[in-house]
């Protein structure tokens, strides 16, 4: 059985691919090793921020943004270095994305029904020059209905084409090999696995009960990166984050394993930047699982105190939001995998935001009358979970009961009762000026200049130790596993390419497995809402593209 493209992985790179062939009428076999349960993939699991340059929504919120300001943040953030070879079509890819987010992603988007909740979050701050590392402005659009409300419109395309007899959708369909002939791709052989009823996101068998072999005159590889493969991630850590960390927590399924780099590699495809990655430093361990070793990731606000494992607070610009991986190897070079924040409930009930779909259900429900509820007092429902269930929160009255409930959680007895109330004590001094020189503090003061931070995000500053604001409430950090930011080198067509620099006949990719776009849009740091947008705009271009080639 022939088909004009054969798409590799299901989730939202590969959805969108799909859909953008079918719709130029190519006849599409689209494979995934999961059950139907997770169409989607991780895009699914997403709080689906998106990166939009001067939208609406921004403007109305009073942010200036444009262009030429995103990207010079992107290049600051990015760090390209590599520009000869590994970071070549990295960057292109970036230029790319940065003029569709300023252009036409948003239309695009709502032309499907997509739309944004009204105010633009601030991820990723920075703390550097105007030419380092952050967003110089807001630009965290939420999508509303999350990353079920973004993978929607895409999975409706697909299955009206399924319908219209364009598309076949396979599951349970495990690809091995990369068939080659004369040099060219032209087709996939692989495994059928047992039929499941995992749900999504759970782990399934991988029991195998047939063998398959589909031909075409394309492949696109969408699978997704490494994310869930804790040993591959240890093999590629670079030195420069410190020593990888011994425990981890997984912010994604244990099937984004990686596996179709290698093999598309094999196939004559070539890997670029694998040192380059992105894991969350603000996780928590999921009371009420999915899978194995679930992690939650905090989206915190500026305030929280950020402490080492041995209760030493961090540097600037460590701040909570400002510097994700410079904070990890802030942390990795601690010689410990975890820190604290401590803070109180004032600053919870306002700057605590959980990360991923089901963690927000009144955003992924689409309910005015929930998303609301959050200016009331008291966390999030979701927060307040983990407040009573989480095994890594500590609520008290007084700072000694603080510091012996965290001492009792890491089991490492390091914490030092006087040595944390004294930087407790010096940081709650600065607050009595409207002046300091506590960067920190200065950077709460900055965020509430942002409406959308006072409104939602930024506690008015106050004394830590203040009865008033309490009980105070301390949070062990742990390491979550999340993004690949490497991957398969393609050009502006999606076509991978060799180690020569040539593209490999038949053999696209897109998302991240791409490293979204080039082997790596990002270079060494994300500006954060550019993943499922990286998958979106990659399984766009690459989808048109093949389409263009195969007419």
Known sequence: MNFD??????????????????????????????????????????????????????????????RELAWQDWLGAAGFDREDDEDYWGKKWAEAYVD????EKREWLQGMGVRFFPVVGWAERGGYTAEGHGNSVPRFHIVWGTGPGLVKPFEDRVRKAIENGLVEYRPRHRVNELIKENDAIIGVRGDILIPSTAARGEASSREVIGEFEFHSSAVAVTSGGIGGNHELIRKNWPDRLGKAPQNMISGVPEHVDGRMLGITEKAGGRIVNRDR??????????????????????????????????????????FPGFDTLGTLEAIMKSGYDYS?????????????????????????????????????????????AFMDKGEDFVIANTLPELIDGMNKISGDNLLSLDEIERQILARDREIENKFTKDLQITAMRGARNYLGDKLIRVATPHRIL??????????????????????????????????????????????????????????????EGTFVGGCLFTGREAGRAIAKELI
Do not use: C
């Open 100 to 103: 569709f987010a300023a252009g």
């Open 277 to 318: 990655m992105w894991h969350y430093t603000e996780g928590i361990k999921n009371w009420d699982p999915v899978w194995p070793k679930h992690g939650i990731r905090i989206l915190p606000g500026p305030s929280s105190l950020w402490l080492d494992a041995k209760g030493k607070r961090f540097p600037a610009p460590n």
């Open 466 to 527: 203040d009865p008033k604001m309490g009980p105070l409430i301390a949070v062990r950090l742990n390491i979550v596993s999340r993004k690949t930011l490497g991957g398969l080198q393609t050009d502006l067509s999606g076509r991978v390419l060799d180690a020569a620099g040539k593209p490999v006949p038949g053999l696209y990719a897109a998302g991240e497995v791409s490293g979204f776009g080039g082997g790596g849009i990002h270079g060494y740091r994300s500006l």
């Open 5 to 66: 493209v054969i798409v590799v992985g299901a989730g939202l790179a590969g959805l969108v691919a799909t859909a953008e062939l079918a719709d130029a009428g190519k006849r599409v076999l689209l494979l995934d090793q999961e059950p139907e349960a997770s169409l989607g993939g991780q895009a699914w699991w997403s709080f689906g921020g998106l990166f939009l340059i001067d939208s609406p929504e921004q403007r109305r919120m009073g942010i200036k943004d444009s």
């Open 340 to 384: 604290w924040f401590i803070l109180t409930q004032k600053i919870i009930e306002k700057e605590f935001a959980l990360s991923g779909s089901e963690q927000n259900p009144d955003l992924t429900g689409k309910s005015i009358k929930k998303v609301l509820a959050r200016v009331l007092p008291g966390p999030t429902a979701p927060v307040k």
